[in-house]
């Protein structure tokens, strides 16, 4: 495996693997951690514009917590 290049694994015809080295890997796990968390916030801006959506400070406030 040479570094910084990935190797495609093919079987068939078809691609069924990628080897990459271990510093492309943290790489990608840090990338794909990212996007996770930027899907999240996304995720979480849209439930807070829905009708009747309540942020949990106000939700502790109506369950009395």
Do not use: H, K, N, Q
Request: glycine share 10%; hydrophobic share 50%.
């Amino acid at each position: 495996l040479m570094r910084g290049r990935p190797v495609r694994v093919e079987a068939g015809g078809r691609v069924i693997g990628i080897l990459i080295s271990e510093e492309s890997f943290t790489l990608f796990c840090r990338l794909f951690d990212a996007e996770e968390d930027r899907l999240d916030v996304v995720a979480a801006r849209a439930a807070l514009r829905e009708v009747g959506s309540v942020a949990i400070e106000g939700l502790a406030d109506e369950l009395g917590l």
